[in-house]
């Protein structure tokens, strides 16, 4: 199976768009730091012009409005929009409101689409998912949030933290319990929850090294929520009860290819603004130029990004051809590999502007807070990398009789007799 990563003439005039509508629109307004309603009217117009040129939502099928032209495609274009912070908010594909509207899309009734994907998809809702816990970060099986079914309905209680724009969010699609005695993978159900209904409360936005002062009503936050004796109509169940875990894998797989390649497109960002500063900047005798560590970032942070470009648009074309199941290891790599190359570019970049590029202002130092926080967001690096391994090695088994394979006396006698030569030395 050969790879194929080309793309019609028609992909390719949408993403020159795309370029220069990102690098003209989008990153001058990233620099306003707007508060959210500010931003809704500043954002307005130019995701006007992101729909008239049909890219909007564009990771949905056809049948909702988005390209279906795969994930390959998807992921040259998130390359793009990732160079901004708001990119991703101008094209529709922001988290958790993408991967969202992608359950939505799968999974809800007739009443839910209309009650929830619609607006969601129009841009006149927000959402937010509530999955992760204090005790339950990386292992979604130790979820202690739980539905207990009441008369025709459920009531929910839990806690959740780190819920994405939960504060903003209209509905929250929350992760909990149905079925503790069941096998730890089917114990859970996803649930849709009106933000407004007695017994929500969102406690907090979280303060962490990627946003240290949240401020009230910002484009992005991360929240703390409780759950106390919360009814809920047997209707507010998404999909099939037990499902939950399921749910959140195929929200999360493709969703890691789109992640990673913003990820690609900020760290080309940060190279270019490197490559940049060493052609003027001029210290002990020469410019950044011509300075052999300097020349070293730049190499290595080039290489590093043509390596998860490559590796990212590979399990972008494995998804498209096997699937996201057959695709799980090639997604894993990414994650933790297109982390790093993130963290790493922008680092070197920090060091090259100096104390410019410490402070804030330059883009720098943010995106350097974001990219500590893609180490963990979507599993733990160590969890991906865990996978990755599990994956690998089942296409290997030990020797049968605990001899290596590649035991090179073996190999040499297997030889021997496979070519009928005598040994090297030896008498004939």
Same mark, same amino acid.
């Given at each position: 199976?050969?790879?194929d990563?080309?793309?019609?003439?028609?992909?390719?005039?949408?993403?020159?768009?795309?370029?220069?509508?990102?690098?003209?629109?989008?990153?001058p307004?990233e620099?306003?730091?707007?508060?959210?309603?500010?931003?809704?009217?500043?954002?307005?117009?130019?995701?006007?012009?992101?729909?008239?040129?049909?890219?909007?939502?564009?990771?949905?099928g056809?049948?909702?409005?988005?390209?279906?032209?795969?994930?390959l495609?998807?992921a040259?274009?998130?390359?793009?929009?990732?160079?901004?912070?708001?990119?991703?908010?101008l094209?529709?594909t922001?988290?958790?409101?993408?991967?969202?509207?992608?359950?939505?899309?799968?999974?809800?009734?007739?009443?839910?689409?209309e009650?929830?994907?619609?607006?969601?998809?129009?841009?006149?809702?927000?959402?937010?998912?509530?999955?992760?816990?204090?005790?339950?970060?990386?292992?979604?099986?130790?979820?202690?949030?739980?539905?207990?079914?009441?008369?025709?309905?459920?009531?929910?209680?839990?806690?959740?933290?780190?819920?994405?724009?939960?504060?903003?969010?209209?509905?929250?699609?929350?992760?909990?319990?149905?079925?503790?005695?069941?096998?730890?993978?089917?114990?859970?159900?996803?649930?849709i929850?009106?933000?407004?209904?007695?017994?929500?409360?969102?406690?907090?936005?979280?303060?962490?090294?990627?946003d240290?002062?949240?401020?009230?009503?910002?484009?992005?936050?991360?929240?703390?929520v409780?759950?106390?004796?919360?009814?809920?109509?047997?209707?507010?169940?998404?999909?099939?009860?037990?499902?939950?875990?399921?749910?959140?894998?195929?929200?999360?797989?493709?969703?890691?290819?789109?992640?990673?390649?913003?990820?690609?497109?900020?760290a080309q960002?940060?190279?270019?603004?490197?490559?940049?500063?060493?052609?003027?900047?001029?210290?002990?005798?020469?410019?950044?130029?011509?300075?052999?560590?300097?020349?070293?970032?730049?190499? %290595?942070?080039?290489?590093?990004i043509? @390596? +998860? /470009?490559l $590796?990212?648009?590979?399990?972008?074309?494995?998804? &498209?051809? *096997?699937?996201?199941?057959?695709?799980?290891?090639?997604?894993?790599?990414?994650?933790?590999y297109?982390?790093?190359?993130?963290?790493?570019?922008?680092?070197?970049?920090?060091?090259?502007?100096g104390?410019?590029?410490?402070?804030a202002?330059?883009?720098?130092?943010?995106?350097?807070?974001r990219?500590?926080?893609?180490?963990?967001?979507?599993?733990? %690096?160590?969890?991906?990398r865990q996978? @990755? +391994? /599990?994956? $690998?090695?089942?296409?290997?088994?030990?020797?049968? &009789?605990? *001899?290596?394979?590649?035991?090179?006396?073996?190999?040499?006698?297997?030889?021997?007799?496979q070519?009928?030569?005598?040994e090297?030395?030896g008498?004939s």
């Amino acid at each position: 199976m050969s790879w194929d990563f080309s793309t019609d003439a028609e992909t390719e005039a949408e993403l020159v768009w795309t370029r220069e509508f990102i690098d003209t629109q989008a990153i001058p307004l990233e620099a306003l730091a707007l508060p959210v309603n500010e931003f809704d009217r500043a954002a307005a117009p130019l995701i006007d012009q992101v729909k008239a040129r049909g890219l909007w939502a564009a990771h949905l099928g056809p049948e909702h409005g988005g390209t279906g032209r795969g994930q390959l495609r998807l992921a040259l274009m998130n390359e793009i929009v990732g160079r901004s912070r708001v990119g991703p908010i101008l094209f529709g594909t922001a988290p958790p409101d993408s991967g969202n509207l992608e359950l939505l899309a799968a999974h809800a009734s007739a009443e839910q689409r209309e009650r929830y994907f619609t607006p969601l998809l129009d841009g006149t809702a927000r959402s937010s998912v509530a999955m992760t816990e204090p005790g339950a970060g990386a292992d979604p099986t130790l979820l202690s949030s739980h539905l207990e079914r009441s008369g025709d309905g459920w009531v929910l209680n839990g806690h959740k933290w780190f819920a994405t724009n939960a504060s903003l969010a209209d509905f929250l699609l929350v992760v909990a319990v149905t079925d503790p005695q069941a096998p730890p993978q089917e114990r859970a159900t996803v649930v849709i929850v009106d933000r407004d209904t007695p017994g929500v409360e969102v406690r907090r936005d979280i303060a962490s090294m990627e946003d240290p002062d949240p401020l009230p009503g910002q484009i992005e936050n991360h929240c703390e929520v409780t759950f106390t004796d919360v009814k809920l109509p047997a209707k507010a169940v998404l999909g099939r009860r037990g499902q939950g875990f399921a749910m959140m894998q195929e929200r999360l797989g493709p969703a890691r290819v789109h992640h990673c390649m913003r990820w690609i497109g900020q760290a080309q960002r940060a190279l270019d603004m490197l490559c940049e500063r060493a052609t003027y900047r001029y210290s002990h005798g020469s410019t950044l130029a011509d300075k052999q560590t300097v020349q070293n970032w730049i190499a %290595d942070s080039a290489a590093e990004i043509a @390596a +998860a /470009r490559l $590796l990212t648009l590979h399990a972008a074309w494995r998804i &498209d051809t *096997v699937g996201s199941k057959e695709a799980r290891k090639d997604i894993a790599l990414i994650k933790f590999y297109g982390a790093k190359v993130l963290h790493d570019v922008i680092d070197r970049a920090i060091q090259a502007h100096g104390s410019l590029g410490f402070s804030a202002d330059l883009p720098l130092e943010a995106m350097y807070r974001r990219a500590r926080a893609a180490r963990i967001y979507d599993g733990p %690096d160590e969890v991906h990398r865990q996978s @990755a +391994a /599990r994956l $690998l090695l089942r296409d290997y088994k030990p020797p049968a &009789d605990g *001899v290596p394979l590649e035991y090179v006396p073996r190999r040499r006698e297997a030889a021997l007799r496979q070519f009928a030569v005598d040994e090297p030395g030896g008498t004939s």
